[in-house]
C-alpha cells in the first residue's frame, strides 16, 4: 500500500507564492518519477512538472520560469515552489508518484490552491 499526502495549498494573492510536498509512504522501491498535476473542473487532469530520481525534471510551457520541482529521496517527498500564481492557476493540485515496475500511478488525494485576482 502506497499514500501519498499533499499540503501546503491555500489562497494567495496574484503574483504570490505556495510551495507544495507531498509525502509517500508505504511500499515503494524503484520510483520513476514524481511529480504535480493539476485540474480544472471540467478539463483534464495536466501535468505540472515531473522530477525522476537522478533529478532529471520536466515542465508544463505555462509555467516554465515561475515554479520549481524538488525532490529528497531519503524523505521520499517532492516540493513544487510556485512562483509568480496567476489566478487561472486556481484548481487542485495532485501528487504523482510512478515506479518503474508498475504502470499504474499512485495520486494524492489533493490540495487546493486558489489565487486571488
Known amino acids: 500500500q502506497v499514500q501519498l499526502v499533499e499540503s501546503g495549498g491555500g489562497l494567495v494573492q496574484q503574483g504570490g507564492s505556495l510551495r507544495l510536498s507531498c509525502v509517500a509512504s508505504g511500499t515503494i522501491f524503484s520510483i520513476y518519477t514524481m511529480g504535480w498535476y493539476r485540474q480544472a473542473p471540467g478539463k483534464q487532469r495536466e501535468l505540472v512538472a515531473t522530477i525522476t530520481e537522478g533529478e532529471g525534471t520536466k515542465y508544463a510551457d505555462s509555467v516554465k520560469g515561475r515554479f520549481t520541482i524538488s525532490r529528497d529521496n531519503a524523505k521520499i517527498t517532492v516540493y513544487l515552489q510556485m512562483n509568480a500564481l496567476k489566478p487561472e492557476e486556481t484548481t487542485v493540485y495532485y501528487c504523482?508518484?510512478?515506479?518503474?515496475?508498475?504502470?499504474?500511478?499512485?495520486w494524492g488525494q489533493g490540495t487546493q490552491v486558489t489565487v486571488s485576482s
Open positions: 504523482n508518484l510512478v515506479m518503474t515496475w508498475r504502470t499504474v500511478p499512485y
